[in-house]
T-cell receptor, first 118, second 114 residues
Framework: DVKVTQSSRYLVKRTGEKVFLECVQD?????MFWYRQDPGLGLRLIYF???????EKGDIPEGYSVSREKKERFSLILESASTNQTSMYLC?????????????????FGPGTRLLVL | DQQVKQNSPSLSVQEGRISILNCDYT??????FLWYKKYPAEGPTFLIS?????DKNEDGRFTVFLNKSAKHLSLHIVPSQPGDSAVYFC?????????????FGKGTHLIIQP
């Protein structure tokens, strides 16, 4: 079974703090993703990575950065947390299928981190 | 501009009846579609998917139908069970070798009534 874990289920931070959200997957997947989920807005892609040290901006990267130093770990960083970053953050991973030369669309999600910025 | 639309925020269905969840998309480059199910305080779990070369895919109680000309897909759950109560997200992807991430709809909250 694919397992994606996130370091915290709940987190409370103050405005201006630097926040690190960690995600680890144990299935040797090449691709990793960070989304945020807000009521009425669904899931929106923040950043993704298709290889170690590689990163790509998603739909809403402003105010965030990421780090992928190891294949299994993908970190989301809020440089200076703001109240509009209060949200549920979801990490996901998916494999790259070497024989077909393409990424597999099905993504496996972690349980999420509910972040409250005061 | 929303590329994947789920126009029903919620849907209430009686246990044992059919649940039909709808999804529309605007980007003609999308060619792979997925449905995810999400319980509160948990991450989404993959349910079923369909490639644009097909118009139907079935897995047990779940069937997804794709109408490419209308840019519309639907998820049918038959028969509906209490455990099906959850938020369902429609997602779309462009195949092409890259990991672009999925584009999600806003979700439909399905409530199965006893």
């Amino acid at each position: 079974d694919v397992k994606v874990t996130q370091s915290s289920r709940y987190l409370v931070k103050r405005t201006g703090e630097k926040v690190f959200l960690e995600c680890v997957q144990d299935m040797d997947h090449e691709n990793m993703f960070w989304y945020r989920q807000d009521p009425g807005l669904g899931l929106r892609l923040i950043y993704f990575s298709y290889d170690v040290k590689m990163k790509e901006k998603g739909d809403i990267p402003e105010g965030y950065s990421v780090s992928r130093e190891k294949k299994e770990r993908f970190s989301l960083i809020l440089e200076s947390a703001s109240t509009n970053q209060t949200s549920m953050y979801l990490c996901a991973s998916s494999p790259f299928e070497g024989t077909s030369g393409r990424s597999i669309e099905t993504q496996y999600f972690g349980p999420g981190t509910r972040l409250l910025v005061l | 501009d929303q590329q994947v639309k789920q126009n029903s925020p919620s849907l209430s269905v009686q246990e044992g009846r059919i649940s039909i969840l709808n999804c529309d998309y605007t980007n003609s480059m999308f060619d792979y579609f997925l449905w995810y199910k999400k319980y509160p305080a948990e991450g989404p779990t993959f349910l079923i998917s369909i490639s644009s070369i097909k118009d139907k895919n079935e897995d047990g109680r779940f069937t997804v139908f794709l109408n490419k000309s209308a840019k519309h897909l639907s998820l049918h759950i038959v028969p509906s069970q209490p455990g099906d109560s959850a938020v369902y997200f429609c997602a779309a992807s462009r195949r092409g070798g890259g990991a672009d991430g999925l584009t999600f709809g806003k979700g439909t909250h399905l409530i199965i009534q006893p």
